[in-house]
């Protein structure tokens, strides 16, 4: 089968579709027929091993040190079910799932890929295609649930969101909005109308305005890149508000239930997956070139098999 690997930390230019043996389902596990992929953060950040100088033993034991230990990346992916191990109960041949990948070693970068029943996986709403169910849900989504169930969200509270056009913070402007709040979006003006979509009652250009500074204060502070200084972002809540950062707060037990809740709002049609850019399996190095550019929307999806 087709997968792309990469045989050594880099640029781009490191991964390469090669050809590689179809794995063969466990007994606990399913084999995957992949459609679509995404092109993650993680992604790049493992493809160059961009890992805090405190991680790098950690993460090394993970990655690898001197060459890569997974040489298949992919963090989630969406696919029908070609086959099944005898143990498997919850799903049949021919479903069509969406999954994470990230606790199975990866390797949504494949025509192929086996899943033991037990990790995040679900079955894909009949009103999502394929790309929109390998788009962010399974990691981006589940991480913005997780964000927002640290705080109880009341009708018409004010919620901010910094950081609200990228991958998580597309979900958490909708799940804010879904809980009744009243959603501030903070992100380019290239990208006021996407947020608005979304649901964000007003939006704020990050690039001409500090939301600190104003005068307005919120219920709740979400950075959902974490990239703005935690002590600025607190100076915009009221008294006794809460303030959310997506590397401090997002953490916790995962399970199948936190993803299926967002198919639910999802079959409603009251949460949506955003795509960015499509690319197919052949452009994957300039689908990682334009995600390491960081002007990216939402998700960027990569199709591995057009049937």
Not at 80 to 93: A, C, P, R, Y
Not at 140 to 168: C, D, H, M, P, W
Not at 190 to 217: C, H, M, P, R, W
Request: with cysteine.
């Amino acid at each position: 089968m087709k997968a792309v690997i990469y045989e050594k930390f880099g640029p781009p230019e490191v991964l390469k579709i090669s050809e590689v043996d179809k794995p063969v389902p466990k007994d606990n596990e399913i084999l995957v027929k992949v459609h679509a992929t995404t092109v993650h953060r993680g992604d790049i950040r493992m493809r160059k091993f961009d890992v805090p100088k405190g991680m790098w033993l950690v993460a090394g034991l993970f990655l690898g040190f001197r060459k890569p230990k997974k040489p298949i990346l992919g963090m989630e992916l969406s696919g029908v079910i070609e086959e099944v191990g005898k143990d498997v109960t919850l799903f049949n041949k021919g479903d069509e799932i969406l999954a994470s990948t990230t606790g199975s070693d990866l390797g949504g970068y494949a025509e192929y890929k086996c899943l033991p029943e037990t990790t995040l996986i679900a079955k894909k709403p009949s009103n999502m295609t394929f790309e929109e169910a390998a788009a962010g849900l399974p990691t981006g989504g589940v991480t913005a649930n997780n964000l927002i169930k640290r705080v109880e969200i009341k009708k018409g509270q004010q919620v901010l969101v910094y950081g609200a056009s990228g991958g998580v913070g597309t979900y958490v402007v909708q799940l804010a909005k879904y809980l009744g709040a009243e959603v501030t979006g903070v992100c380019s003006s290239s990208n006021f109308e996407l947020v608005k979509s979304l649901g964000a009652d007003k939006v704020i250009d990050y690039t001409k305005e500090d939301f600190s500074q104003s005068e307005i204060k919120y219920d709740i502070v979400i950075d959902s890149v974490a990239k703005f200084p935690p002590s600025k972002a607190k100076l915009a809540l009221k008294k006794g508000g809460t303030y959310l950062n997506v590397h401090k707060h997002s953490g916790g037990k995962i399970k199948r239930e936190d993803l299926e809740f967002l198919l639910n709002i999802v079959e409603e049609g009251k949460l949506k997956a955003v795509i960015d850019r499509t690319y197919p399996l052949e452009d994957i190095i300039e689908a990682h070139k334009y995600v390491e550019s960081e002007r990216k929307k939402g998700n960027v999806v990569v199709i591995i098999n057009k049937d």
